[in-house]
């Protein structure tokens, strides 16, 4: 069977969808954390993170950032997230992405609410994205 996406939300006017990243659909603008996904190569960004582990900061920044961009451009084009598994590193990045949109709320506990209660899996990765900030 094919791996299938993990959950969905709107962050403003676009879907964000997540889960590993062999489930990303044709169409979407992609961001890969699993560099050793077999389809990562198709990834609009790729941003290899370790497993259970965080990406380094400066790259993280940019790629949120051109995740922005991709949004404010077309924001009718879903954004696929995904890694091996579709919670931490993927969590992980939609909660910095989603805290970058100035949502209101802690990122990990959005996350959590509205893509998956286990999302943002180790302290380490909680920390990041509760200190993460575009600069």
């Known amino acids: 069977m094919a791996p299938q ?5 709107m962050l403003g006017g676009t879907e964000i969808i997540g889960g590993p990243f062999e489930a990303c659909p044709a169409g979407v603008f992609s961001v890969c954390l699993e560099e050793r996904a077999s389809n990562a190569w198709l990834a609009d960004i790729l941003l290899p993170t370790p497993d259970f582990g965080t990406p380094e900061p400066e790259a993280l920044r940019a790629a949120v950032r051109n995740t922005l961009a991709a949004m404010a451009e077309v924001p009718e084009r879903p954004i696929f997230v ?3 598994a579709g919670l931490g590193r993927t969590g992980l990045f939609m909660a910095c992405l989603a805290k970058a949109s100035r949502i209101g709320e802690d ?3 959005f996350i959590r609410r509205v893509y998956h209660p286990h999302a943002v899996e180790t302290p380490t990765q909680q920390a990041l994205v509760r200190g993460f900030s575009l600069g």
């Open 5 to 9: 996406p993990r959950g969905r939300f």
């Open 107 to 109: 990122p990990v506990l």
């Open 82 to 84: 995904g890694c091996l």
